[in-house]
């Protein structure tokens, strides 16, 4: 399960550090945190696909709720990659109608919309 990668500089985060530089203590224990984040839910899928092993209720629903909000952020993550790439498309279309359109305008026209270039 891809837990968290430490980045909690962004305002998105749960954790917001005004000055990573400053609070270097912070920073630190807030990386050292989401190691063991990481490697707990490491475990914790181990034993939930084991046959053998049973979580204890309360690493069981932390493990739940935990796997809940990795697959929200990465829901979360793929939208935004996606809406980025639609963003981009649109703008190359629009690019493309502008660059067509130009090309059907005389000089005199050009000049008339101030969209003569400079020589």
């Given at each position: 399960?891809?837990?968290?990668?430490?980045?909690?500089?962004?305002?998105?985060?749960?954790?917001?550090?005004?000055?990573?530089?400053?609070?270097?203590?912070?920073?630190?224990?807030?990386?050292?945190?989401?190691?063991?984040?990481?490697?707990?839910?490491?475990?914790?899928?181990?034993?939930?696909?084991?046959?053998?092993?049973?979580?204890?209720?309360?690493?069981?629903?932390?493990?739940y709720?935990?796997?809940?909000?990795?697959?929200?952020?990465?829901?979360?993550a793929?939208?935004?990659?996606?809406?980025?790439?639609?963003?981009?498309?649109?703008?190359?279309?629009?690019e493309?109608?502008?660059?067509?359109?130009?090309?059907?305008?005389?000089?005199?026209?050009?000049?008339?919309?101030?969209?003569?270039?400079?020589?």
């Amino acid at each position: 399960m891809p837990c968290n990668g430490g980045n909690y500089f962004g305002r998105e985060r749960v954790c917001y550090i005004e000055n990573p530089d400053t609070d270097k203590a912070l920073v630190e224990a807030i990386a050292h945190i989401d190691l063991l984040t990481r490697r707990l839910c490491k475990v914790c899928s181990i034993i939930y696909e084991s046959e053998e092993l049973k979580l204890p209720t309360e690493l069981d629903e932390w493990y739940y709720e935990h796997r809940l909000e990795d697959e929200a952020r990465i829901e979360e993550a793929k939208q935004r990659k996606e809406s980025q790439l639609a963003e981009e498309r649109r703008k190359a279309y629009l690019e493309s109608v502008r660059e067509r359109i130009l090309e059907q305008l005389s000089d005199d026209e050009k000049e008339a919309l101030n969209l003569k270039e400079k020589e």
